[in-house]
């Protein structure tokens, strides 16, 4: 099956710097990459997601971009405010009845 | 207006229980999970129904039965439960149509003491 490793485990940052987590896969036919945000005591949330045909994607201050050769992935965060301290998973997935393959998830901390 | 919810938030129960967690979604997905989050906070994938057909079964003891009784509901019964199932336990779903990410419900915290 898939293995999806992610670094780093936690991640602190000032406020206003930038943030990278980064995930990489095994099964070259994954085709879907999800990223999911997890605040304290709730649910995952997805916050942005890329299919493989394409290399990259943004949303305001989040991006993600996908190297499907090397198989990897990352989450990029731009201009990080204190309410962007979460958990973030990166997961991956393949098939109709997706079955999503998570990453051990990043604890990010953006400090004031 | 909850898009999955599932019930009950928190659980506190003794070991050799059995007990149910129940969830429900509204969105019309054909698809539905349940996932448990242990302490580390790794989100593992139990068990998958599509249109109330048992697709995904991960290596789960025995002791957990997944019921779909439609497909807007996927309950959760677990047997005998020891110490080493208190976990968060999230139920998903998904629409094989919009190929995007899971809609995650709330959570259910069980604690077994």
């Known amino acids: 099956g898939e293995n999806v490793e992610q670094h780093p485990s936690t991640l602190s940052v000032q406020e206003g710097d930038s943030a990278v987590i980064k995930c990489t896969y095994s099964?070259?036919?994954?085709?879907?990459f999800p990223w999911y945000k997890q605040e304290l005591g709730k649910r995952p949330q997805l916050i942005i997601d890329?299919?493989?045909?394409?290399g990259e994607k943004k949303d305001q201050r989040i991006a993600v971009t996908l190297n499907k050769t090397a198989k990897h992935f990352s989450l990029h965060i731009t201009e990080t405010q204190p309410e962007d301290s979460a958990v973030y998973f990166c997961?991956?997935?393949?098939?109709?009845?997706?079955?999503?393959?998570f990453g051990s998830g990043t604890k990010l901390n953006v400090k004031p | 207006d909850t898009a999955v919810s599932q019930t009950p938030k928190y659980l506190v129960t003794q070991m050799g229980n059995d007990k149910s967690i129940k969830c429900e979604q509204n969105?019309?997905?054909?698809?539905m999970y349940w996932y448990k989050q242990d302490s580390k906070k790794f989100l593992k994938i139990m068990f998958s129904?599509?249109?109330?057909?048992?697709?995904i079964n991960e290596t789960v003891p025995n002791r957990f039965s997944p019921k779909s009784p439609d497909k807007a509901h996927l309950n959760l019964h677990i047997n005998s439960l020891e110490l080493g199932d208190s976990a968060v336990y999230f139920c998903?779903?998904?629409?094989?149509?919009?190929?995007?990410?899971?809609?995650f419900g709330s959570g259910t915290r069980l604690t077994v003491v």
């Open positions: 129904y599509n249109n109330k057909e048992l697709i």
């Open positions: 099964d070259s036919a994954s085709n879907y």
């Open positions: 890329i299919r493989s045909n394409v």
């Open positions: 997961a991956a997935s393949m098939g109709n009845f997706n079955k999503f393959y």
């Open positions: 969105l019309g997905h054909d698809t």
């Open positions: 998903a779903s998904y629409s094989s149509n919009l190929v995007r990410g899971y809609t």
